[in-house]
């Protein structure tokens, strides 16, 4: 149940409030239709994370180690890299949220944004610096008051929510599918450490109900809280706080019937992004040490600390443009991770068979026992072109981006090309890529 609780705290913070609200503030989306693309999309981006949990009590590995039999020991150092980026990338987003809802404690003497960011930083660095067992017991119980305060805050906000109705006034199609990319890169952005938090499991573990219990983890905080977010987003009363505090000052307007109890019910929403935080920079150090023996040199509590002092200076620097910083991280999430999870996902099912015993798991420090890596290097390289293709961000619009809904602002289906490309390319390139590799870097008989 352990895995159950875990994803219950780390999305049941106030950084899942904030995804929601970009359906209607930056996509112009009526509150309905956000809610139903919340709900399709977060179903559809979780089942990659709630598979990869499966194979951290098989192989007894951690997730950006498993990537090595997929993508070779070489070039599994570019997805590395990559979730190296995304986890500072998700600690700098929650750390802004969390200081926003410090700041809406009080209108007058409201705490700096970067003491609020260096707050919830120091309380996050100490529960990765003790590692897994502490890490899990933190999670387990974290949610539970965030989880209250958040039906207290839909009991505020539900009477005053305007959530239109399921048609738009203009083509809401672009709007749908760039909301969409934001929301599925917010749930699969969890693929790339879902085996870190399985890996002590017995291998006996029924592989089925570790599924469901990830995948009944992640859906129930996302669905209900992104969606909670979209209703408040709507309410026409608190848009200036809105504007002003981000998703603190919606929390604030919400809570402020509530007197002193409504600014107690932020400061354990703010501190909730601890809980938020806790797997990236845990993560971080286990997929930095995959950068091979040097890096694994270093001690655990040194790259923690600094992964949490440049985050802290992204964050600081990153406040004043946070809807922007929040859209593209997410959408950048959603096309990486795509290509990353059709990679791994068809190799285990078309060239390891679906068999856990055709991993040859000791071999996983042998570049020489490993896949050469040039089929995943080529296909997420296909995989990317099908991204800049589809996408809609707000700071470039693919080709075929910007035939959808409105051409000032596209629609984005960069994830769903970029998985499509890599879905056809990798197969081809990989039974090529078989025919030269010698036999011992497929780690099987057949």
Not at 5 to 12: G, I, K
Not at 53 to 80: D, E, H, N
Not at 280 to 300: E, N
Not at 367 to 383: Q, T
Request: proline fraction near 4%.
């Amino acid at each position: 149940m352990d895995n159950l609780w875990m994803w219950l705290a780390a999305n049941c913070t106030i950084s899942t409030l904030a995804f929601g609200t970009l359906g209607p503030s930056t996509f112009a989306l009526t509150g309905k239709i956000s809610i139903l693309t919340i709900v399709f999309f977060n179903l559809l981006s979780t089942l990659p994370v709630a598979f990869f949990s499966t194979f951290g009590p098989k192989l007894g590995l951690r997730q950006m180690t498993i990537t090595r039999f997929s993508f070779g020991y070489y070039v599994a150092w570019f997805p590395v890299v990559l979730n190296v980026i995304s986890c500072i990338g998700w600690s700098t987003i929650n750390s802004i949220v969390g200081a926003q809802a410090l700041q809406a404690v009080s209108t007058t003497h409201q705490i700096p944004l970067a003491a609020a960011i260096v707050i919830i930083a120091v309380l996050t660095f100490v529960a990765p610096f003790f590692g897994y067992k502490v890490v899990h017991t933190y999670e387990r119980y974290s949610w539970i008051p965030v989880a209250i305060i958040f039906f207290i805050v839909l009991g505020l906000s539900v009477k005053h929510m305007e959530l239109g109705s399921m048609t738009s006034p203009v083509d809401a199609t672009g709007g749908v599918l760039s909301f969409g990319a934001a929301v599925f890169g917010s749930g699969i952005g969890w693929s790339s450490l879902a085996a870190d938090y399985t890996v002590r499991m017995e291998e006996t573990a029924s592989s089925t109900k570790i599924f469901l219990l990830n995948y009944i983890g992640l859906n129930t905080p996302l669905i209900l809280i992104e969606s909670l977010g979209a209703g408040m987003a709507t309410v026409t009363d608190w848009q200036a706080a809105f504007s002003s505090g981000g998703t603190g000052g919606l929390l604030g307007a919400a809570l402020s019937p509530t007197g002193g109890f409504g600014k107690f019910c932020l400061v354990i929403l703010a501190l909730s992004i601890v809980a938020n935080n806790i797997p990236p920079m845990y993560s971080f150090a286990l997929t930095f040490q995959v950068l091979g023996k040097y890096a694994q040199a270093i001690p655990r509590v040194f790259l923690v600390l600094a992964g949490t002092v440049v985050y802290i200076i992204l964050a600081i620097v990153g406040a004043s443009h946070f809807e922007t910083w929040l859209d593209t991280l997410l959408v950048i999430l959603s096309y990486w991770l795509a290509i990353y999870c059709t990679i791994l996902i068809e190799e285990h099912f078309i060239f390891r068979k679906g068999q856990w015993s055709n991993y040859n798991v000791g071999d996983y420090l042998n570049p020489s026992r490993l896949p050469l890596g040039i089929a995943a290097a080529i296909s997420l390289c296909i995989g990317v072109m099908g991204a800049v293709l589809g996408m809609a961000t707000l700071w470039y619009i693919g080709v075929i981006g910007k035939k959808i809904g409105d051409p000032a602002f596209g629609g984005d289906i960069g994830f769903e090309l970029s998985m499509s490309f890599t879905a056809v390319s990798y197969p081809i390139l990989r039974f090529i890529e078989r025919r030269w590799e010698a036999p011992a870097r497929s780690g099987q008989s057949w």
